[in-house]
């Protein structure tokens, strides 16, 4: 059994930054491709960015290009989401999510059901 915890959500003003972690634990994180999903409210669930696990390849969606970074720490089975210049269109719940030895490009790395684990998320405000 997977588990995935995020942390490090919060509330912060426009323009500011925030840090959100993802804990792994169950099986061999260095071989899950890992990504980043949020939900506003009223909307559905959007790709923010993933690491692919063979070679550390990441994308990102449009909307963060630029101003998220994603990376991992194998040695401490953990993810991380780096959010700089946050805007108020950013609040959303923030999930992490897990791929088991996927390898995925490009769009393909977008789609909701190629994720097997969820975290339970973790909100984030942003305040104009």
């Known amino acids: 059994q997977v588990q995935l915890v995020e942390s490090g959500g919060g509330l912060v003003q426009a323009g500011g930054s925030l840090r959100l972690s993802c804990a792994t634990s169950?099986?061999?994180?260095?071989?899950?491709?890992m990504a980043w999903f949020r939900q506003a409210p009223g909307k559905d669930r959007e790709f923010v960015a993933v690491?692919?696990?063979?070679?550390?390849?990441?994308y990102y969606a449009d909307s963060v290009k630029g101003r998220f970074t994603i990376s991992r720490d194998n040695a401490k089975n953990t993810v991380y989401l780096q959010m700089n210049s946050l805007k108020p269109e950013d609040t959303a719940v923030y999930y992490c999510?897990?791929?088991?030895?996927?390898?995925?490009?490009?769009?393909?790395?977008?789609?909701?059901?190629?994720?097997?684990?969820w975290g339970q998320g973790t909100q984030v405000t942003v305040s104009s």
């Open positions: 999510a897990a791929a088991a030895s996927y390898i995925c490009s490009g769009y393909g790395c977008y789609e909701r059901l190629i994720y097997s684990y």
């Open positions: 169950g099986r061999t994180f260095s071989r899950f491709t």
């Open positions: 690491m692919i696990w063979s070679g550390g390849t990441t």
